[in-house]
């Protein structure tokens, strides 16, 4: 059994990430989107530089609140509170429901734009009166 299919640390993950992230302004706190989750998965499958400082973190918290674990690894192991912050960050706001709340569609296909076409700045004169007043820089000695 892995690290994250151990139901204790997910739970001790869950609880750092309710300190860093409360439910607090409308917003839900971090274990409300199930952060611990598949998501936490998918974060670690992507993010394997993180990986064994986030686990080494959490093996190191399990069975403390979310206040007390986050503050032993913030005095006593920096690198992993780093991998287990950013963790759950990323977690939160990977989630469908927070990314509808905050209205980010999340990431979208654009067209490549076309390199011959003129870009609009160029069209609607705004560069031109620049072009027209010339350098105005003052030489350096």
Excluded: W
Aim: a negative charge.
């Amino acid at each position: 059994m892995s690290m994250t299919e151990n139901p204790d640390n997910r739970e001790t993950f869950a609880a750092i990430a309710d300190f860093l992230i409360p439910n607090a302004a409308g917003m839900p706190s971090a274990s409300e989107v199930e952060v611990q989750g598949p998501i936490l998965d998918r974060i670690l499958s992507l993010r394997t530089d993180l990986r064994d400082d986030f686990l080494r973190g959490i093996s190191r918290t399990v069975g403390l609140n979310g206040h007390a674990a986050a503050d032993l690894l913030n005095r006593e192991d920096p690198t992993a509170f780093a991998a287990v912050s950013l963790v759950a960050s990323a977690a939160y706001y990977m989630s469908d429901r927070v990314r509808s709340l905050i209205g980010y569609p999340g990431q979208e296909n654009r067209p490549d734009p076309d390199p011959d076409a003129v870009p609009e700045y160029v069209r609607n004169g705004m560069l031109q009166q620049v072009l027209n007043r010339g350098p105005i820089f003052k030489p350096t000695p």
